[in-house]
């Protein structure tokens, strides 16, 4: 990240103070050789136009922050020696493009791998605004235009953004405005009951009075506040539930409070019961979201926009997309992705997910959502993603959530020519590596669509019975012949929440896809697959395979010539891949092996 930042050439010593003077500078001093002129034409927004004159020079014409991300892709395209275009029209598919912070006042950050928080210790604002001009230019040479600065799990005295600490807030606020980057906060539903009034209750005329006051304040200081962004009744957070009311009620309401500024109430969907009873075969957890809001489309405000993840259990490594994201067309929605390596490997192991990213949109037909989220995987790291090339996420998002028809390989070269300069052989190398990263991760790790055999809470190495009998409706149910849950209409029914297309292409073992079928069935370890190897075989094959595929990976890595600092911890951090790769190659086929009692056909060893 700070590679790609330097290619820019100069520091950010002031703040700009608009978008067009910031894009002024940019093109002065990272394209010092090439002519640019910039015109503002208002009604073209965020979108922009560049034109190659006949003398070289380039016209770039777009809306004030039109410009600027104009400005960037042409810098981008010239860095990347890329052929400069001629003329070229492009605006973002999604309105708000959105970075979600986990980060805690304390300075903790929620499934944060690179550091404390950027904005915040010891309960207080606490940054470096030179480091928060860099983080708006990140966000802004690639597009992206919200950010949410706290945590969704709103611990105390984040419950204090609104109020105490609003001023400081403004003023943070005020260094991202010139990068076209809105902040947003998240909010605590329960939070007028600090105020003496005694309930939460959306229809309580003291809740809302107390909410429309609140806003009128907050948008006071900061005009231009993209909106709150809400977790409630979920995992223990407070929400209209409470009241017995359903969350229409509760996120509209919060709508009319924002509704003059023109503010917007980004609601996510991640309900599900959290203490569930193992032994109960009833709840199928997956089925969670479409039961609290299929029921409910086009009963939301048109300021509020759900939030959504994007599969139907919680960032695994593979999951279908999420049946809400399909089902819900009289309402605003936004796919919620996580860079952040929750149950990814931490950003130590290497875990590219744009090639995870493209799948989902590929499902997803693109007007079925305006927005898009990223849980952010920022810290205090000198690098900011902990992993350097962890980087490759954040950026990728951004090129994806402007044109989620970005091409894959292309989108991960430019990051990699733009970050590195490197010989071409090695910048292929290294492209190759980043784009098969996702595959090899699913390999050694939870088998065929299966997830969580995670280490509980931490998330980061193999441990394959520690969600089994928890609260957490995680269950892959492994005994001695089968493993998986039936979520077709013979078993849970989850996959009828679907259009019949996508039932079809899953019901039928026989036919669903490979890196699917424990997501969607009970299966016999011996079941054939379609390449004629049995379930067990396959399972013992990938994490073999994932494994070896590891030990490649470090040998490739250790050749590349990183410049320091990236490439030691690069080195560091691949031999703790390799290590964790192997653990869970190792206690992955040794749990399968222990329950089955059937051998691997090529004698591998496997440890009893
Ligand atoms: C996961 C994660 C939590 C987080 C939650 C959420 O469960 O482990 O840390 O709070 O997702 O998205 O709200």
């Not at 405005?177 to 959306?202: C, E």
């Not at 969907?269 to 997956?286: E, G, L, S």
């Not at 007007?367 to 849980?375: D, G, Q, R, Y």
């Not at 979520?487 to 297309?501: C, D, F, H, K, V």
Request: charged fraction near 25%.
């Amino acid at each position: 990240m700070k590679a790609w930042l330097s290619r820019l050439h100069t520091d950010l010593v002031t703040v700009p103070s608009s978008p067009e003077e910031l894009a002024r500078f940019e093109l002065s001093h990272a394209l010092p050789d090439i002519s640019c002129r910039i015109e503002t034409d208002p009604s073209m927004g965020e979108g922009y136009h560049i034109c190659r004159k006949s003398d070289g020079s380039f016209l770039i014409s777009g809306g004030s922050t039109g410009i600027l991300y104009g400005s960037y892709a042409l810098i981008r395209s010239a860095l990347c020696e890329k052929s400069m275009p001629d003329n070229l029209s492009s605006s973002p598919r999604y309105a708000l493009r959105m970075i979600n912070c986990w980060d805690n006042m304390d300075g903790t950050v929620e499934r944060g791998y690179s550091g404390r928080s950027l904005f915040f210790e010891d309960g207080h604002f606490h940054y470096d605004p030179f480091r928060m001009r860099e983080l708006g230019r990140l966000m802004a040479s690639v597009g992206l235009n919200i950010l949410c600065i706290n945590n969704v799990n709103v611990h105390f005295p984040a419950q204090l953004l609104l109020e105490d600490y609003l001023p400081e807030a403004a003023s943070l606020a005020d260094l991202f405005r010139p990068f076209g980057v809105r902040l947003m906060f998240s909010i605590d539903y329960s939070q007028p009951m600090r105020h003496g009034i005694s309930t939460a209750d959306p229809l309580d005329p003291a809740v809302q009075e107390w909410w429309k006051g609140t806003a009128k304040r907050v948008y006071n200081a900061i005009p231009d506040l993209a909106g709150f962004l809400v977790k409630a009744d979920s995992e223990g957070r407070p929400g209209p539930f409470t009241y017995g009311r359903n969350h229409a009620e509760g996120a509209n309401m919060l709508a009319d409070a924002v509704r003059p500024y023109g503010g917007k109430i980004v609601w996510r969907c991640f309900v599900y019961n959290c203490r569930q009873d193992w032994r109960d075969k009833t709840t199928d957890r997956p089925k969670a979201a479409w039961e609290h809001y299929a029921y409910l489309d086009g009963q939301f405000a048109d300021n509020v926009i759900l939030q959504i993840k994007h599969g139907p259990f919680d960032f695994q490594v593979r999951e279908p997309l999420s049946p809400l994201l399909l089902g819900m067309k009289k309402t605003n929605l936004a796919m919620e992705l996580q860079l952040a390596q929750e149950y990814t490997g931490h950003q130590i192991d290497i875990y590219t997910m744009i090639p995870m990213w493209r799948e989902l949109f590929e499902e997803l037909p693109a007007e079925n959502i305006m927005s898009v989220a990223a849980v952010s995987n920022l810290g205090r790291d000198e690098n900011y993603t902990g992993h350097p090339l962890a980087a490759v996420n954040f950026f990728t998002y951004g090129l994806l959530a402007w044109d989620p028809e970005t091409d894959t390989t292309a989108a991960v070269a430019e990051w990699a020519r733009l970050t590195y300069i490197i010989p071409a052989e090695d910048e292929k190398k290294l492209v190759n590596l980043l784009l098969s990263s996702r595959r090899v991760y699913e390999k050694y790790t939870a088998p065929l669509g299966i997830g969580w055999m995670v280490t509980p809470h931490d998330h980061y190495g193999p441990n394959p019975s520690g969600y089994e009998y928890d609260m957490w409706g995680t269950y892959h149910k492994a005994s001695h012949d089968a493993i998986g849950i039936d979520r077709t209409a013979s078993g849970t029914g989850y996959l009828n929440q679907y259009p019949e297309y996508i039932q079809k292409k899953y019901e039928d073992p026989g036919t669903c896809p490979d890196l699917y079928l424990l997501f969607y069935h009970r299966l016999p370890y011996t079941f054939r697959m379609k390449d004629g190897r049995t379930l067990i075989q396959r399972i013992y094959d990938d994490h073999f395979e994932g494994y070896y595929d590891v030990i490649s990976m470090v040998e490739t890595i250790h050749d590349l010539p990183f410049p320091n600092p990236d490439r030691d911890v690069i080195r560091e951090r691949a031999n703790r891949q390799l290590h964790n790769a192997k653990e869970w190659c190792d206690i992955i086929n040794t749990f399968f092996h222990r329950l089955s009692g059937i051998e691997d056909e090529h004698g591998r060893i496997i440890y009893d």
